[in-house]
């Protein structure tokens, strides 16, 4: 059917569902068959007679599958001709195309029109016991007068606004109005200094910056707005930065600035009378809903009027950036488009969590990653949820908070990382057992493996036992979770530590070191997917041919994750970790090349090697090797906190060195190669596991990487 669910007669009204009314009663007049129960979506789907058969269905006939979620979940101005126009050989990837929307309208107005007053937002602030609440009504004024802010001061559709805030209410309003405007957004996650914040600007040709005037966690004021200072000294590009008040203190603005001056605290609930206002559009008639209520938007933004119309976007125009890393210095900008990720961070939001109407959903995500973006402000707005913005840190300002948090704001699936839950089972049992955590349903884990320690405790203490753990797979390129425990069955059997089930649509092969797919059970490999899926990052920005290179090329006609996997007897997938030079610090991805590059400026370097080792609480933690240059004489522990310095000051703080080895030398193969899977298991202590080291240009060199690193513990 072409008629969102949730639409009421307004949109019927509209000439847009005047057009599909007709098809949306021949449809559901149709289908009779039971899966309609527990998957209203697919209930345009014929003959299907169970979950099992329509996972398989949704392989077998991917596009009948998606064809019909399509037209069910999402609200088009336009229907689509073309369900999916893919060849992975060449990277190749369409979906829905023909198809017009906005994921605006499909994430505010259509929720507006049925229920304005349920709460959209809620911003768990830092400061522990002062949340705020975000109705849809509001949601969609903020985002309405910030596109229209935006538009008045030139920002085109096609154009690309860096967002560089903490994950707050105006940072998702910011998020939606470009989506409503038709203007891509990069958003670059807040603890990323100058310098990498600067590359990501450039690399998006971003003229338009969002910003605050300082960052608060943790009881730590962070200065946003300086680093966005220091970061346009190699922007030139840069036209424009809004800046938005999140603390009181006062910065200092250029001619470039536009002061936002959020409307503070204090001011929040002043009573605004606002005119009704309603526009025929392409999307039908949106209408203001009128009612004497706060409001929360900045002045600049009061200035700018509560109704702005829809850019009308084609399913593949660009949603979004997203600078993610990779096994090269460089991170990449992957390109998410409008209707394939929506619709997929929708669906997956809602099977994977066993979301229902109604619920909190509690991603503590910071929006800056992947899963902020797609479990904290898609897939939920799409679905009508109530969805927490927490910005605070699981330990401010005592362990309890998550939970404390849970109880205050009745959360009903919370999703966090495993590094979160590894540190706070170190705390003890009486931080979760002093809060009421009986609203909870689902409790969820990404980013990382989840060992199953901490699994079992966040089963045992966090869910009393009662909540089922899903451990979500999937990554920035994927756009939403693509292997969980219960993707379609929500009484299905759980194993601990593993991510288990393809979700629908998804078609996950291991491939052996020959590229043949691996048919058996029982046996890892290359973790690949020999299907598209509507979530799929489109390109990298600016590099499709570095696109092509990472993910199709390795093995032809598949998309490569990067990741190796177990698959069970049963066939359950286990992720086992990265296979390429990427490390995974608290669940942060980082590029150790990226490191590298970093270690490799400071004068005194030769060269430099970084590898991964586990970490009890990180997952893993970041180990330098280092080679000075010849007649330097430097104090190693100086030359070390200078080291940690350019890390911290050049990419983050988290990619900063946890250890720092300095060596005559590094291992090398007779071609010149570092031998880093020696290096990973010398830091690893696994002597035993060297392997082979036959292609050694020099074994002596290894003998004084053991001695040295036992030295350094
Ligand atoms: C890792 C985060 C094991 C994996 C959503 C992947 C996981 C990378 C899991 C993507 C999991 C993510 N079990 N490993 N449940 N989830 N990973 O792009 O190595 O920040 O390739 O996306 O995190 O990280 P990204």
Same mark, same amino acid.
């Given at each position: 059917?072409?008629?969102?669910?949730?639409?009421?007669?307004?949109?019927?009204?509209s000439?847009?569902?005047?057009?599909?009314?007709a098809?949306?009663?021949?449809?559901s007049?149709?289908?009779? %068959? +039971?899966?309609?129960?527990?998957?209203?979506e697919?209930?345009?789907?014929?003959?299907?007679?169970?979950?099992?058969?329509? *996972?398989?269905?949704?392989?077998?006939?991917?596009?009948?599958f998606?064809?019909?979620?399509?037209r069910?979940?999402?609200?088009?101005?336009?229907?689509?001709?073309t369900?999916?126009? %893919?060849?992975?050989?060449?990277?190749?990837?369409?979906?829905?195309?023909?198809?017009?929307l906005?994921?605006?309208?499909?994430?505010?107005? #259509?929720?507006?029109?049925?229920?304005?007053?349920?709460v959209?937002?809620i911003?768990? *602030?830092d400061? #522990?016991?002062?949340e705020?609440?975000?109705?849809?009504?509001?949601?969609?004024?903020?985002?309405?007068?910030?596109?229209?802010?935006?538009?008045?001061?030139g920002v085109?559709?096609?154009?690309?606004?860096?967002i560089?805030?903490p994950?707050?209410? /105006?940072?998702?309003?910011?998020? /939606?109005?470009?989506? #409503?405007?038709? =203007?891509?957004? +990069?958003?670059?996650?807040?603890?990323?200094?100058?310098?990498a914040l600067?590359?990501? &600007?450039?690399?998006a040709?971003?003229?338009?910056v969002?910003?605050?005037n300082?960052?608060? *966690?943790?009881?730590?004021?962070?200065?946003?707005?300086?680093t966005?200072d220091?970061?346009?000294?190699?922007?030139?590009?840069?036209?424009?930065v809004?800046?938005?008040?999140r603390?009181?203190?006062?910065?200092?603005m250029?001619a470039?600035?536009?002061a936002?001056?959020?409307?503070r605290?204090?001011?929040?609930?002043q009573?605004l009378?606002?005119?009704i206002?309603?526009?025929e559009?392409?999307?039908g008639?949106f209408?203001?809903?009128?009612?004497? *209520?706060?409001?929360?938007?900045?002045?600049?933004m009061?200035?700018e009027?509560?109704? %702005?119309?829809?850019?009308?976007m084609?399913?593949?125009? $660009?949603?979004?950036?997203?600078y993610t890393?990779?096994?090269?210095?460089?991170?990449?900008?992957?390109?998410?488009?409008?209707?394939?990720?929506?619709?997929?961070?929708?669906?997956t939001?809602?099977?994977?969590?066993?979301?229902?109407?109604g619920?909190?959903?509690?991603? @503590?995500?910071?929006?800056g990653w992947?899963?902020?973006?797609?479990? $904290?402000?898609?897939?939920?707005?799409?679905?009508? =949820?109530?969805?927490?913005?927490?910005?605070?840190?699981?330990?401010?300002?005592?362990?309890?908070?998550?939970w404390?948090?849970v109880?205050?704001?009745?959360?009903?699936?919370?999703?966090g990382?495993?590094?979160?839950?590894?540190?706070?089972?170190?705390y003890?049992?009486?931080?979760? +057992?002093?809060y009421?955590?009986?609203?909870?349903?689902?409790?969820?884990? @990404?980013?990382?493996?989840?060992?199953?320690?901490?699994?079992?405790w966040?089963?045992? $203490?966090?869910? !009393?036992? #009662?909540?089922?753990?899903?451990?979500?797979?999937?990554q920035?390129?994927?756009?939403?979770?693509? &292997?969980?425990?219960?993707?379609?069955?929500?009484?299905?059997?759980?194993?601990?530590g593993?991510?288990?089930?393809?979700f629908?649509?998804?078609n996950?092969?291991?491939?052996d070191?020959?590229?043949?797919?691996l048919?058996s059970?029982?046996?890892s490999?290359?973790?690949?997917?020999?299907?598209?899926w509507?979530?799929? =990052?489109?390109?990298?920005?600016?590099?499709?041919?570095?696109?092509?290179?990472?993910?199709?090329?390795?093995?032809?006609?598949?998309f490569?994750t990067?990741?190796?996997?177990?698959r069970?007897e049963?066939?359950?997938?286990? &992720?086992?970790?990265?296979l390429?030079?990427?490390?995974? @610090?608290s669940?942060?991805?980082?590029?150790?090349?990226? &490191?590298e590059?970093?270690?490799?400026?400071?004068p =005194?370097?030769?060269?430099?090697?970084?590898?991964?080792?586990?970490?009890?609480?990180?997952?893993?933690?970041?180990?330098?090797?280092?080679?000075?240059?010849?007649?330097?004489?430097?104090?190693?522990?100086?030359?070390?906190?200078?080291l940690?310095?350019? $890390?911290?000051?050049?990419?983050?703080?988290?990619?900063s060195?946890?250890?720092?080895?300095?060596?005559?030398r590094?291992?090398?193969?007779?071609?010149?190669?570092?031998?880093?899977?020696?290096?990973?298991?010398?830091?690893?202590? !696994?002597l035993?596991?060297?392997?082979?080291?036959?292609?050694?240009? !020099?074994?002596?060199?290894?003998q004084?990487?053991?001695?040295?690193?036992?030295?350094?513990?």
């Amino acid at each position: 059917m072409w008629l969102p669910c949730g639409c009421t007669s307004k949109y019927v009204a509209s000439s847009f569902a005047r057009r599909t009314l007709a098809s949306y009663l021949h449809v559901s007049g149709r289908s009779r %068959c +039971n899966v309609a129960a527990f998957m209203p979506e697919a209930a345009g789907l014929e003959g299907v007679s169970g979950r099992a058969a329509l *996972r398989e269905l949704s392989v077998s006939n991917s596009e009948s599958f998606w064809a019909a979620v399509a037209r069910h979940r999402l609200c088009w101005s336009t229907p689509f001709h073309t369900v999916q126009d %893919c060849d992975l050989s060449r990277g190749k990837i369409k979906w829905f195309e023909g198809g017009k929307l906005n994921v605006s309208v499909n994430c505010l107005d #259509r929720h507006v029109h049925t229920c304005p007053e349920r709460v959209a937002l809620i911003w768990e *602030r830092d400061e #522990r016991g002062s949340e705020m609440k975000y109705t849809y009504g509001e949601l969609l004024e903020m985002t309405c007068r910030l596109g229209n802010l935006l538009r008045r001061h030139g920002v085109k559709r096609g154009d690309c606004v860096t967002i560089y805030m903490p994950t707050c209410p /105006l940072a998702v309003a910011s998020m /939606l109005a470009c989506a #409503r405007i038709g =203007a891509a957004h +990069n958003v670059v996650f807040a603890g990323f200094s100058a310098d990498a914040l600067a590359e990501r &600007i450039r690399d998006a040709q971003s003229s338009t910056v969002i910003t605050v005037n300082q960052g608060v *966690r943790g009881g730590k004021v962070t200065e946003l707005k300086k680093t966005v200072d220091t970061a346009m000294q190699s922007c030139p590009t840069v036209k424009q930065v809004f800046v938005a008040m999140r603390t009181d203190n006062p910065v200092t603005m250029t001619a470039r600035d536009i002061a936002m001056e959020e409307v503070r605290e204090q001011k929040a609930n002043q009573i605004l009378e606002i005119q009704i206002q309603a526009v025929e559009g392409e999307f039908g008639i949106f209408e203001q809903i009128t009612k004497r *209520r706060k409001i929360t938007v900045t002045h600049e933004m009061l200035k700018e009027d509560v109704v %702005c119309e829809p850019a009308v976007m084609n399913s593949e125009d $660009v949603l979004f950036l997203l600078y993610t890393s990779g096994s090269t210095g460089k991170p990449k900008g992957l390109v998410h488009t409008q209707a394939g990720y929506l619709l997929y961070a929708a669906l997956t939001h809602r099977y994977v969590f066993s979301y229902h109407d109604g619920d909190v959903f509690g991603c @503590v995500a910071d929006i800056g990653w992947i899963t902020g973006h797609s479990y $904290v402000v898609y897939g939920p707005l799409a679905n009508g =949820a109530t969805t927490v913005l927490f910005e605070s840190t699981p330990i401010y300002p005592d362990p309890g908070r998550y939970w404390d948090m849970v109880e205050r704001l009745k959360i009903n699936q919370f999703y966090g990382a495993p590094t979160a839950i590894r540190l706070l089972l170190k705390y003890g049992d009486q931080w979760v +057992n002093k809060y009421d955590r009986s609203t909870l349903k689902t409790l969820g884990s @990404v980013g990382e493996p989840i060992n199953t320690e901490a699994w079992e405790w966040y089963h045992r $203490v966090v869910g !009393d036992g #009662r909540c089922p753990v899903v451990d979500t797979w999937w990554q920035t390129e994927t756009g939403g979770i693509c &292997i969980a425990p219960r993707p379609s069955d929500p009484d299905a059997e759980i194993v601990p530590g593993m991510a288990m089930r393809p979700f629908f649509g998804i078609n996950p092969v291991l491939m052996d070191t020959e590229g043949e797919v691996l048919t058996s059970n029982n046996t890892s490999g290359a973790l690949c997917m020999a299907q598209p899926w509507p979530g799929m =990052a489109r390109t990298i920005h600016n590099n499709h041919q570095r696109f092509i290179d990472t993910y199709f090329q390795p093995y032809p006609g598949y998309f490569f994750t990067g990741d190796g996997a177990y698959r069970s007897e049963e066939g359950y997938y286990q &992720i086992t970790g990265r296979l390429d030079d990427v490390i995974n @610090v608290s669940g942060h991805r980082i590029g150790t090349a990226e &490191i590298e590059d970093v270690v490799n400026q400071c004068p =005194a370097v030769a060269e430099s090697a970084v590898v991964g080792y586990t970490h009890s609480i990180k997952g893993q933690g970041v180990y330098a090797f280092v080679v000075l240059k010849k007649g330097i004489d430097v104090q190693e522990a100086d030359l070390s906190r200078q080291l940690n310095g350019m $890390v911290s000051e050049k990419i983050a703080k988290y990619a900063s060195p946890d250890f720092i080895q300095f060596a005559k030398r590094l291992p090398k193969t007779r071609s010149g190669k570092i031998m880093r899977r020696v290096l990973r298991k010398v830091v690893e202590s !696994d002597l035993e596991g060297l392997g082979d080291l036959s292609t050694l240009d !020099d074994p002596a060199a290894v003998q004084e990487i053991i001695q040295g690193h036992e030295k350094l513990l």
